[in-house]
């Protein structure tokens, strides 16, 4: 069976940076692409970003230029680097792991992360 295990969440300033985590057990991580959500309390889950095993790449348009999502095969780890964060980032961030299907339709992705808690304080 294999798990996401998140981390690196936690408080930070707005226009501080966090990095967080997403490693692959009991899997390998190139055959997935990676992708990250976020659910802000009492909204829906939204599409952050994703990069494929092949090395592309897509953000949402709120995230462009401050997010960057990027794949380490050797630690079996995907990463979100959260930089110039704001208020509105403030979320539980999610990755998942998805083999075939649309990239922007949750129920596609095969596997979930726990979910680690990003909050940005004023």
């Known amino acids: 069976q294999v798990q996401l295990v998140e981390s690196g969440g936690g408080l930070v300033q707005a226009g501080g940076s966090l990095r967080l985590s997403c490693r692959v057990i009991?899997?390998?991580?190139?055959?997935?692409?990676m992708g990250w959500f976020r659910q802000a309390p009492g909204k829906e889950r939204t599409f952050v970003g994703i990069?494929?095993?092949?090395?592309?790449?897509s953000y949402q348009d709120s995230v462009k230029g401050r997010f960057t999502i990027s794949r380490d095969s050797a630690k079996n780890t995907a990463y979100l680097q959260m930089n110039s964060l704001k208020l509105e980032d403030t979320a539980v961030y999610y990755c998942?792991?998805?083999?075939?299907?649309?990239?922007?339709?949750?129920?596609?992705?095969?596997?979930w992360g726990q979910g680690t808690r990003v909050t940005v304080s004023s």
């Open positions: 998942a792991a998805l083999k075939n299907g649309e990239y922007l339709n949750q129920e596609d992705y095969d596997l």
């Open positions: 009991g899997g390998t991580l190139n055959s997935y692409a």
């Open positions: 990069m494929w095993n092949g090395g592309s790449f």
